[in-house]
C-alpha cells in the first residue's frame, strides 16, 4: 500500500528546488592572508595516506549503490588512509538528492577526515543546487567541504593543510572544475579553470610561503584533465592500434588512456602558474572513467584516479574499478610521494 504522504514529499523532493543557505564570501588579492583560517590534518613522522574515490556516481539503481559502497569498504579496509578524498561525479540523475545523504553517511562511519569537489554529474539535476549539496557535505562529522570565496567561479575551492608539530608540510588544493560550458562555436565542453581561481591559488600558494619561511609541497584536486595531460599523452605514450588506447612509457609514468583526456579547448594558464610557483608537483583528476594513467610533464605528475564503483553501467566502460592511494612519507621537508591504483575490480 502506497503511503500518500510520504509519496507526496518525496516527490516535492524531487520536483522543488534546493538552493541551500545563503553564501556570500567575497575575496580579493588585495587582501591580508591567515594560514590559520586553513583547515589542517596533523601528520606524524610516519606515512600519510590519502585514498581517492571517484566518480562513484551513485544513482537509483541501488544494486550498483551496494556494490560501490563494498569496493569502498575493502580499499578504507586495504589502505587505512588517514584522509579521504572524493574527486567530483560523487552523485548522479534524479535520485541524487538521496543518494547524497546515503553517501555522507557511508563515509562518516569510516570516521576518517575526508573532503571531496564536484564534477559534471554532481550538477546535472538543477534543483539540486551545489549550494544545497555544500550543505549537506557541511552537516557531517568528518566532512572537511568548504564552498570557498562566493566571487570565484564554481563552489568547493578550498585547502587543507597537512601539519606536523602544527608547521605545514605539506597543501592540498581543491578547485571547482566539474561543469560544461557552451563555447563560442556552439560546442559545449568541459570548462576551463577560472582566472579568479588561478588568483586565488597563487595567493594562497604565496601566502603559505610568506608565513611558513619556505615553499611548502602541495597537490592539486579536481575533476576534469587540464589541457597538458592531453598534451602529455599525445607527446610521450605510446599508441596502441589493436585497442586505440594509450599507454605511458615507465620513464614517464604508468597506465594507460583509453583515450585522449577529455578537456577544455581553452588553456587558462593554470599549469604554467604551476611550474612559476614550483609548489604543486602533483595535479589529481576524475571524469575519464577508463583512463587510469599518470604522467610527469615538465617536472609536474598528473594522475587518473581509478574509478570507484560499477555504476553508472549504461556509460561506464572501466574495465578496472577500486581507488588510488597518496602515500606522503618522510618528515619536515624532506617528504616523498608514491602513487598506487588499488584494484577491487576487474572485468
Same mark, same amino acid.
Given at each position: 500500500?502506497?503511503?500518500?504522504?510520504?509519496?507526496?514529499?518525496?516527490?516535492?523532493?524531487?520536483?522543488?528546488?534546493?538552493?541551500?543557505?545563503?553564501?556570500?564570501?567575497?575575496?580579493?588579492?588585495?587582501?591580508?592572508?591567515?594560514?590559520?583560517?586553513?583547515?589542517?590534518?596533523?601528520?606524524?613522522?610516519?606515512?600519510?595516506?590519502?585514498?581517492?574515490? %571517484?566518480?562513484?556516481? +551513485?544513482?537509483? !539503481?541501488?544494486? =550498483? @549503490?551496494?556494490?560501490?559502497?563494498?569496493?569502498?569498504? $575493502? *580499499?578504507?579496509?586495504? %589502505?587505512?588512509?588517514? +584522509?579521504?578524498? !572524493?574527486?567530483? =561525479? @560523487?552523485?548522479?540523475?534524479?535520485?541524487?538528492?538521496? $543518494? *547524497?545523504?546515503?553517501?555522507?553517511?557511508?563515509?562518516?562511519?569510516?570516521?576518517?577526515?575526508?573532503?571531496?569537489?564536484?564534477?559534471?554529474?554532481?550538477?546535472?539535476?538543477?534543483?539540486?543546487?551545489?549550494?544545497?549539496?555544500?550543505?549537506?557535505?557541511?552537516?557531517?562529522?568528518?566532512?572537511?567541504?568548504?564552498?570557498?570565496?562566493?566571487?570565484?567561479?564554481?563552489?568547493?575551492?578550498?585547502?587543507?593543510?597537512?601539519?606536523?608539530?602544527?608547521?605545514?608540510?605539506?597543501?592540498?588544493?581543491?578547485?571547482?572544475?566539474?561543469?560544461?560550458?557552451?563555447?563560442?562555436?556552439?560546442?559545449?565542453?568541459?570548462?576551463?579553470?577560472?582566472?579568479?581561481?588561478?588568483?586565488?591559488?597563487?595567493?594562497?600558494?604565496?601566502?603559505?610561503?610568506?608565513?611558513?619561511?619556505?615553499?611548502?609541497?602541495?597537490?592539486?584536486?579536481?575533476?576534469?584533465?587540464?589541457?597538458?595531460?592531453?598534451?602529455?599523452?599525445?607527446?610521450?605514450?605510446?599508441?596502441?592500434?589493436?585497442?586505440?588506447?594509450?599507454?605511458?612509457?615507465?620513464?614517464?609514468?604508468?597506465?594507460?588512456?583509453?583515450?585522449?583526456?577529455?578537456?577544455?579547448?581553452?588553456?587558462?594558464?593554470?599549469?604554467?602558474?604551476?611550474?612559476?610557483?614550483?609548489?604543486?608537483?602533483?595535479?589529481?583528476?576524475?571524469?575519464?572513467?577508463?583512463?587510469?594513467?599518470?604522467?610527469?610533464?615538465?617536472?609536474?605528475?598528473?594522475?587518473?584516479?581509478?574509478?570507484?564503483?560499477?555504476?553508472?553501467?549504461?556509460?561506464?566502460?572501466?574495465?578496472?574499478?577500486?581507488?588510488?592511494?597518496?602515500?606522503?612519507?618522510?618528515?619536515?621537508?624532506?617528504?616523498?610521494?608514491?602513487?598506487?591504483?588499488?584494484?577491487?575490480?576487474?572485468?
Amino acid at each position: 500500500m502506497c503511503n500518500f504522504s510520504a509519496c507526496c514529499y518525496n516527490l516535492g523532493n524531487i520536483v522543488f528546488p534546493l538552493t541551500g543557505k545563503k553564501h556570500i564570501q567575497i575575496w580579493s588579492a588585495k587582501q591580508e592572508f591567515d594560514i590559520s583560517k586553513i583547515q589542517t590534518v596533523e601528520k606524524s613522522m610516519e606515512d600519510f595516506k590519502i585514498l581517492m574515490f %571517484t566518480d562513484t556516481q +551513485l544513482w537509483a !539503481l541501488l544494486s =550498483d @549503490n551496494k556494490a560501490c559502497y563494498n569496493e569502498m569498504d $575493502s *580499499l578504507v579496509e586495504k %589502505t587505512q588512509p588517514d +584522509l579521504i578524498v !572524493l574527486t567530483g =561525479d @560523487n552523485v548522479s540523475a534524479i535520485a541524487s538528492r538521496f $543518494s *547524497l545523504n546515503n553517501l555522507i553517511n557511508k563515509i562518516d562511519s569510516y570516521k576518517i577526515p575526508w573532503a571531496p569537489v564536484f564534477g559534471n554529474h554532481d550538477n546535472e539535476i538543477p534543483s539540486n543546487s551545489l549550494n544545497w549539496q555544500g550543505d549537506c557535505y557541511m552537516k557531517s562529522n568528518y566532512c572537511l567541504f568548504e564552498k570557498g570565496p562566493s566571487n570565484l567561479y564554481g563552489c568547493g575551492n578550498y585547502l587543507i593543510n597537512i601539519t606536523e608539530n602544527s608547521n605545514p608540510v605539506y597543501s592540498l588544493v581543491f578547485m571547482d572544475n566539474g561543469r560544461y560550458i557552451e563555447y563560442d562555436d556552439g560546442s559545449t565542453e568541459e570548462v576551463y579553470l577560472g582566472y579568479d581561481q588561478i588568483a586565488w591559488y597563487e595567493w594562497n600558494i604565496k601566502g603559505i610561503e610568506a608565513e611558513s619561511g619556505r615553499t611548502v609541497p602541495s597537490m592539486t584536486f579536481s575533476h576534469f584533465a587540464l589541457p597538458e595531460f592531453k598534451q602529455a599523452i599525445e607527446e610521450h605514450a605510446v599508441y596502441n592500434n589493436s585497442d586505440e588506447s594509450y599507454t605511458v612509457p615507465e620513464e614517464y609514468g604508468f597506465g594507460k588512456c583509453a583515450y585522449l583526456p577529455c578537456c577544455s579547448p581553452v588553456n587558462s594558464g593554470f599549469f604554467d602558474k604551476c611550474m612559476e610557483l614550483g609548489s604543486t608537483k602533483y595535479i589529481f583528476c576524475g571524469h575519464d572513467h577508463e583512463n587510469n594513467a599518470s604522467i610527469t610533464y615538465n617536472g609536474i605528475t598528473m594522475t587518473y584516479r581509478l574509478k570507484t564503483g560499477p555504476s553508472p553501467k549504461p556509460w561506464n566502460f572501466a574495465t578496472e574499478t577500486g581507488g588510488t592511494l597518496i602515500t606522503i612519507n618522510g618528515s619536515g621537508e624532506n617528504q616523498n610521494v608514491l602513487i598506487d591504483n588499488i584494484i577491487i575490480s576487474q572485468k
